[in-house]
């Protein structure tokens, strides 16, 4: 009996069977989506963006047969986050205004308590 299956010589081709083609799909897939983040970086401002997309490879050979092992891993871009400012009302909870501080923009013509003297 002799072995009918082609011999994988180009890694890129062994690439492509790996998983039953799911392998390459996932890495199609991830491409796109750092890709993607890129861009949107561009977009909003950044001059530059950075990010990584990592394929490892684990070989084991056991008993003439290798398992292979594959994992695909990416880093997108960290996106500028905007800055929040708030306060702490004395029961601990958060406010947008300073609870010490007077509204400036409250209605001046609004009813006060009067004080007598």
Do not use: H
């Amino acid at each position: 009996m002799t072995n009918t299956d082609p011999i994988i010589r180009m890694f890129s081709d062994a690439l492509v069977i790996m998983e039953d083609g799911q392998l390459v799909s996932d890495l199609t897939e991830t491409q796109r989506d750092l890709l993607a983040a890129l861009t949107d970086c561009i977009q909003d401002g950044a001059r530059r963006a950075k990010g990584t997309l990592t394929l490892k490879l684990d070989y084991v050979l056991e008993d003439g047969m290798f398992d292979i092992q594959a994992e695909v891993k990416s880093s997108l871009p960290k996106v500028k986050r905007g800055r929040t400012v708030l306060w702490a009302t004395p029961e601990n909870n958060l406010c947008r205004n300073n609870p010490r501080q007077r509204n400036m923009f409250e209605d001046v013509n609004e009813a006060q308590d009067v004080r007598s003297v």
